[in-house]
């Protein structure tokens, strides 16, 4: 056990280590604290005094005052005063968490005005608004003329984009945008992504995207998290995209129009729907694609609705099909597996929960019908078959025995188990 004085000398010894440090990394250092641990640290000693006022690095989270938020909006004004006006702020996040309609939010929202207002008067290059409950923060115009903001976000649940005129964006240096929650009740978003000129990664989760079409020139990410969507089709034409990701219902009334260029697509889809209310066409602008990661997609009958609007996909050599049916599974993809001559890795996940065939006398119908699927499986250039499972589960173990008959017809096919830690 140490002794105090041995104690006290540990702690100074530290102290004089923090104290050695030159000024500039000290402040890079304080940099990665949120705003409430920088400001305490003026009281450790007179070098200190100051180094808090010259971070440009801020990060205000309303949930580091235990969801007061009257507390937290008199810090933020507080510290934003005394801090030091010539000093760029980089970064510059305000996270409100805790907010509910039925609060008297008026004043918060007025001071995160200011907020903004100052944020972008000191040059940031991110600048991230994430306000939880409905939200009716005004947005000073200045923000969208930011000429220094290479990285925005914004989380604001029913915050309406038909308040912004289009015309009065002009954003020269952004290059990812992330919408969350928003409203887009406007025609005019391809006008809005025009002023945008070298925007590379657009995500949008969450929003309500009424409105026919919008086209997206010089991004190369797309994001598409959980679209609202109105009762006519969204058109998205996005030519110079290469990386896809789409998460969200069958029913959603999106159609991807004019994509070359994708390489890579991640498609997730969470719900089943009627054959003739099925409206997400994903698949049928993919046929470059060269990496396909995509999760409970559809029935057989979907997925060749899907197909018939597809080419061969000449360019697909990894495709990963999550929770994959070791009884039906074959049966549903054979004819999607068989548009991709040039495929050269497989990767399954099995599907762990109840499945579509459940009883026995069904079950071994269809397990006799796999090995005929399987056997007729085309794509000879195919080298390996992933099995990628958390536990050693029936399913696994099935699944394995159903993908023997693949090393008959494809020689020197490789299968693997690879274990989950996620």
């Not at 903004?116 to 005004?138: D, Q």
């Not at 945008?196 to 079409?213: G, Q, R, W």
């Not at 679209?227 to 998460?247: G, H, Y």
Request: charged share 25%; hydrophobic share 35%; proline share 4%.
């Amino acid at each position: 056990m140490e002794t105090a004085p041995r104690m006290k000398k540990i702690e100074t010894e530290t102290s004089d280590s923090l104290s050695s440090l030159p000024d500039e990394l000290i402040v890079s250092i304080l940099s990665l604290l949120p705003a409430k641990e920088v400001a305490r640290t003026c009281v450790l000693s007179k070098r200190w005094r100051n180094l808090w006022n010259i971070v440009p690095s801020l990060c205000f989270d309303s949930r580091d005052w235990d969801g007061d938020l009257e507390k937290f909006a008199a810090f933020v004004c507080k510290f934003l005063h005394k801090r030091d006006a010539a000093t760029d702020t980089h970064i510059f996040r305000i996270l409100c968490h805790g907010m509910y309609i039925n609060d008297n939010l008026d004043p918060i929202y007025s001071e995160a005005t200011k907020w903004v207002t100052y944020a972008v008067e000191h040059n940031p290059r991110i600048l991230e608004l994430s306000f939880s409950g409905c939200c009716s923060l005004h947005i000073p115009d200045c923000l969208f003329t930011c000429k220094t903001l290479e990285n925005l976000k914004l989380k604001m649940r029913g915050w309406d984009l038909l308040e912004l005129k289009s015309s009065a964006v002009l954003l020269p240096r952004l290059t990812n945008l992330n919408l969350n929650r928003i409203n887009f009740n406007i025609d005019n978003f391809d006008e809005f992504l025009s002023r945008c000129p070298i925007l590379k990664d657009l995500s949008m989760e969450y929003c309500a995207l009424n409105m026919p079409k919008f086209s997206c020139h010089s991004v190369k990410r797309l994001q598409i998290h959980y679209p609202r969507t109105s009762d006519e089709t969204l058109s998205i034409s996005a030519p110079c995209v290469e990386n896809l990701v789409f998460n969200g219902d069958m029913d959603s009334r999106i159609i991807l129009k004019d994509m070359p260029m994708v390489t890579q697509a991640i498609i997730t889809v969470h719900s089943f729907v009627k054959r003739e209310e099925y409206n997400c066409h994903l698949l049928s602008r993919l046929n470059g694609i060269n990496s396909l990661d995509i999760s409970s997609f559809c029935s057989k009958e979907m997925l060749q609705e899907e197909l018939q609007k597809c080419p061969i996909f000449h360019s697909l050599k990894f495709l990963f099909l999550h929770e994959f049916c070791p009884y039906c599974g074959f049966d549903t993809w054979s004819s999607f597996i068989k548009n991709c001559p040039n495929l050269e890795e497989l990767y399954l996940v099995p599907l762990e929960g109840p499945c579509e065939v459940d009883h026995e006398e069904h079950r071994r119908a269809k397990e006799h019908q796999n090995s005929e699927q399987i056997e007729r499986f085309s794509c000879k250039g195919l080298k390996t078959v992933g099995i990628v499972y958390r536990r050693l589960s029936y399913s696994v173990h099935h699944l394995v025995e159903r993908l023997k008959y693949m090393t008959k017809v494809i020689k020197g096919l490789q299968i693997v188990l690879l274990e989950d830690r996620a």
